[in-house]
């Protein structure tokens, strides 16, 4: 079990770095609210997250 949550948390942190550098701060603040939402379960705040997610990737289709 803890070599489960060992690899977790460093995939955890792999996304987060790989997210802040592609997409900077507010790639930062989408994946902040996005996974905000799902922990407390309030679905606005995850939808915003999702959609400033989104926005950003699709931001070079544009």
């Given at each position: 079990m803890p070599v489960l949550a060992l690899v977790s948390a460093v995939l955890?942190?792999?996304?987060e770095q790989?997210?802040?550098w592609k997409y900077g701060a507010a790639g930062i603040l989408?994946?902040?609210l996005?996974?905000?939402g799902i922990r407390s379960n309030r679905p606005g705040v995850s939808s915003a997250g999702a959609v400033l997610l989104?926005?950003?990737v699709a931001r070079p289709a544009l």
């Open positions: 955890v942190v792999t996304v790989l997210v802040q989408g994946l902040l996005l996974t905000t989104a926005l950003l």
